[in-house]
């Protein structure tokens, strides 16, 4: 049982396999966006080179920071994204599940936000502080049409708050699952911190805001959750509205729909220039949240009168 | 609670040392001051140094984007000071020089404007465009940049016909692209939600702080040296001053954009009507005593240089005045009230060129002392441990 555990945590799903995916996927975006950019790109291990390379510098502590709040803060994102990764991995391939597990998963995916807020929070530096800003911002702009879009799901599949229910039925073939869809994948790409939305980080504006004094190993974990997160948000993208995967050849499926997900998030990425803060908000208030309500809507909708396509 | 939020001297928005100085309320920027200064080479004491040929070779040195304008508003002064001829054909490669100049100058800046706001697809295609121009300029001059043309009096070496035929499929190439770039701009609502109505430099305002180049022609001033005083041989060619009125950075980049296809436009009618024979330098034997003026219109606006002769192989004085010198003070009037995310750009907007502006310190009183003063206070003080004569002023400063 604890082998089961140990192995559960550190080897599949766990670390090894969603950091493992995570240096893929962070390949594929940087060749992808090289391609797109008529670059050659980075080759296939860059970015776990680059992981290592953080974790042999040394670790500079800023005078002015809370020095504990500072230090523990980027354990966060990991750690969140680690419980997340399991919790659906699981739910798709072992349909083991439990009552709630997608409102868990939405409450950890919100803790990489959190912790880029609360370590440019104790950081002590202007810029940082203004980036936490702008991510708090961002957050309270992204994850209300999240929720009304993944409720859109709960509603469509019966009201059974388990991923293993949305995992066995496209909630996106439908017009109230395609709009929900839609409205999540623009929250997924916020949530990602990808370009348009990429404004807590903002390099020509305020220079990596709330990493701006993180350095070594500690930087290195926010770069490795960061990384965790380019698997897990897709992924729970396509187990709540594409079906998800299963063993076997589902496998195979499941990973094709994973990489189509990501690649569509980095054309959206290579194609716009960033938005200001203010922009963001009114974009996901005023466009994303009123898609994700009429989903919401057209599902309860369909429900009453018994129209599954609707 | 007003924080100061300094970028630069070094920062990822600029790739040579610069530093503002922003005073911000959250996101909203209530001051803004420019510090200038850290690129000093003294260019203009090197000058004095130097014979009136051997003067091009460093001012092209003076930044590497505009290393065309600086040599030729140089030899437009020492033509001006010595009422020389220059023969036409020399004018017609100066002229394609330039223009060629100004292309590579302008899509440098649009790919670099949209890395400032995020998008990095334009930088890297823009830059890939931009390539092709440096290439041709390779295969025309010899060089990618400093392309060491200029000579008072005419122009250094001869381009063959073959070669100037080259430039035409690049230069159709680069037609086509740069209406692409800017229908893509245009047609892009995200790109007009970032660019359109911020950093408005009105009329007024653009005249009162004596803008010049691309950022006066945005704000609806028609100002171009090359039509208000033409030089080379704008007169004989068939183009437009291009103004926008809204003042904006969306106006800018509007500008900047279509004065690429004016350019190109341009070189098309130069390598029509460019003399195959005739001599390409007048050259002059000396330059009598007097001064001379020299403005040449440079990518980012009016390129000025002024030189004084006393009659000898060397200039006595030479005075450069860069565009972005005029252009700084703009940002009082572009990024006050505007938030930190789109100061970033606006700075940017005027095209700052800081290899071309900081050429001189400026020493500013700070604590009730006077920098100036103590420096030259300083110099005093070393010059009597010589036992070196002092100047009246320094006489002064020493008791």
């Known amino acids: 049982m604890v082998g089961r555990l140990v192995f559960d945590f550190f080897v599949f799903p766990g670390l090894f396999f969603t950091l493992g995916v995570g240096i893929l996927a962070s390949w594929l975006v940087r060749k992808v966006s090289a391609l797109v950019q008529w670059r050659v790109g980075p080759p296939l291990l860059q970015p776990a080179y680059d992981i290592a390379k953080l974790f042999g510098k040394e670790n500079i502590i800023p005078k002015g920071s809370s020095e504990w709040g500072f230090l523990i803060v980027p354990l966060?994102?990991?750690?969140?994204?680690?419980?997340?990764?399991?919790?659906?991995?699981?739910?798709?391939?072992?349909?083991?599940?439990?009552?709630?597990?997608?409102?868990?998963?939405?409450?950890?995916?919100?803790?990489?936000?959190?912790?880029?807020?609360?370590?440019?929070?104790?950081?002590?530096?202007?810029?940082?502080?203004?980036?936490?800003?702008?991510?708090?911002?961002?957050?309270?702009?992204?994850?209300?049409?999240?929720?009304?879009?993944?409720?859109?799901?709960?509603?469509?599949?019966?009201?059974?708050?388990?991923?293993?229910?949305?995992?066995?039925?496209?909630?996106?073939?439908?017009?109230?699952?395609?709009?929900?869809?839609?409205?999540?994948?623009?929250?997924?790409?916020?949530?990602?911190?990808?370009?348009?939305?990429?404004?807590?980080?903002?390099?020509?504006?305020?220079?990596?805001?709330?990493?701006?004094?993180?350095?070594?190993?500690?930087?290195?974990?926010?770069?490795?959750?960061?990384?965790?997160?380019?698997?897990?948000?897709?992924?729970?993208?396509?187990?709540?509205?594409?079906?998800?995967?299963?063993?076997?050849?589902?496998?195979?499926?499941?990973?094709?729909?994973?990489?189509?997900?990501?690649?569509?998030?980095?054309?959206?990425?290579?194609?716009?220039?960033?938005?200001?803060?203010?922009?963001?908000?009114?974009?996901?208030?005023?466009?994303?949240?009123?898609?994700?309500?009429?989903?919401?809507?057209?599902?309860?909708?369909?429900?009453?009168?018994?129209?599954?396509?609707? | 609670?007003?924080?100061?939020?300094?970028?630069?001297?070094?920062?990822?928005?600029?790739?040579?040392?610069?530093?503002?100085?922003?005073?911000?309320?959250?996101?909203?920027?209530?001051?803004?001051?420019?510090?200038?200064?850290?690129?000093?080479?003294?260019?203009?004491?090197?000058?004095?140094?130097?014979?009136?040929?051997?003067?091009?070779?460093?001012?092209?040195?003076?930044?590497?984007?505009?290393?065309?304008?600086?040599?030729?508003?140089?030899?437009?002064?020492?033509?001006?000071?010595?009422?020389?001829?220059?023969?036409?054909?020399?004018?017609?490669?100066?002229?394609?020089?330039?223009?060629?100049?100004?292309?590579?100058?302008?899509?440098?800046?649009?790919?670099?404007?949209?890395?400032?706001?995020?998008?990095?697809?334009?930088?890297?295609?823009?830059?890939?465009?931009?390539?092709?121009?440096?290439?041709?300029?390779?295969?025309?001059?010899?060089?990618?940049?400093?392309?060491?043309?200029?000579?008072?009096?005419?122009?250094?070496?001869?381009?063959?016909?073959?070669?100037?035929?080259e430039a035409r499929p690049t230069l159709d190439m680069l037609k086509e692209k740069s209406e692409m770039l800017y229908n893509a701009v245009l047609d892009d609502p995200v790109m007009k939600a970032r660019l359109e109505g911020i950093g408005i430099l009105d009329e007024e305002d653009a005249r009162a702080f004596g803008a010049l180049g691309p950022t006066s022609r945005a704000s609806g001033i028609p100002n171009d040296i090359r039509s208000d005083f033409p030089y080379g041989v704008y007169e004989d060619l068939d183009w437009k001053v291009i103004t926008r009125d809204a003042g904006d950075v969306l106006a800018r980049v509007e500008v900047r954009l279509l004065e690429t296809l004016e350019s190109i436009k341009m070189c098309e009618q130069i390598i029509n009507r460019i003399p195959d024979g005739g001599s390409i330098d007048s050259e002059p034997k000396e330059i009598p005593p007097g001064d001379g003026i020299g403005s040449y219109e440079a990518p980012r606006g009016e390129c000025f240089h002024y030189i004084k002769s006393d009659g000898t192989n060397r200039p006595v004085r030479h005075k450069i005045r860069a565009p972005t010198f005029m252009n700084f003070p703009t940002y009082r009037s572009t990024c006050i009230g505007e938030t930190i995310a789109d100061a970033s750009i606006i700075l940017a907007s005027v095209d700052p060129c800081y290899c071309c502006t900081e050429r001189a310190i400026s020493l500013k009183e700070k604590d009730d002392v006077n920098l100036l003063e103590l420096s030259q206070a300083r110099t005093a003080e070393i010059k009597k441990e010589l036992g070196l004569e002092l100047s009246p002023l320094e006489e002064v400063l020493d008791e």
């Open chain 2, 1 to 165: 609670m007003a924080t100061t939020i300094p970028i630069g001297p070094y920062h990822p928005l600029q790739e040579e040392p610069e530093h503002y100085l922003l005073t911000v309320e959250g996101e909203e920027v209530l001051d803004v001051d420019v510090q200038i200064g850290y690129n000093h080479r003294g260019i203009e004491k090197l000058s004095e140094k130097k014979t009136y040929n051997q003067v091009p070779f460093l001012v092209e040195r003076v930044c590497g984007i505009c290393s065309h304008s600086h040599p030729y508003a140089y030899c437009l002064a020492v033509e001006d000071c010595g009422d020389l001829e220059v023969p036409e054909k020399a004018k017609y490669l100066r002229t394609l020089i330039g223009e060629l100049e100004r292309i590579h100058s302008h899509l440098l800046w649009a790919g670099l404007a949209g890395h400032f706001i995020g998008y990095d697809t334009v930088f890297m295609w823009a830059w890939k465009y931009r390539e092709e121009v440096l290439d041709l300029l390779e295969l025309l001059t010899g060089n990618r940049n400093a392309y060491a043309m200029m000579k008072p009096g005419g122009v250094q070496r001869d381009i063959p016909r073959k070669h100037l035929e």
């Open chain 1, 76 to 310: 966060l994102g990991p750690i969140g994204l680690l419980l997340a990764s399991i919790i659906l991995v699981k739910a798709n391939y072992l349909a083991t599940a439990f009552i709630g597990d997608v409102i868990v998963v939405l409450y950890l995916l919100v803790l990489p936000a959190l912790a880029v807020v609360l370590g440019g929070m104790s950081s002590g530096n202007p810029l940082s502080s203004l980036g936490a800003n702008r991510e708090l911002r961002l957050i309270a702009a992204y994850e209300l049409p999240l929720i009304l879009a993944v409720t859109t799901a709960i509603v469509k599949t019966g009201g059974g708050l388990r991923l293993a229910i949305f995992s066995s039925q496209w909630v996106a073939a439908s017009f109230s699952g395609a709009f929900a869809f839609i409205a999540a994948l623009l929250c997924i790409q916020a949530e990602l911190g990808f370009i348009p939305f990429d404004i807590s980080e903002a390099e020509t504006e305020i220079m990596g805001g709330p990493l701006i004094e993180y350095s070594g190993p500690l930087l290195g974990l926010f770069k490795i959750s960061h990384l965790m997160a380019l698997l897990v948000l897709p992924l729970f993208l396509i187990t709540v509205f594409l079906g998800g995967f299963s063993t076997g050849w589902g496998a195979l499926w499941g990973a094709i729909k994973y990489v189509l997900v990501l690649v569509v998030l980095i054309l959206i990425k290579n194609t716009n220039p960033r938005l200001r803060s203010d922009q963001a908000l009114k974009f996901f208030w005023y466009g994303a949240a009123p898609l994700g309500l009429i989903a919401l809507v057209l599902a309860v909708v369909g429900n009453l009168i018994g129209i599954a396509w609707l």
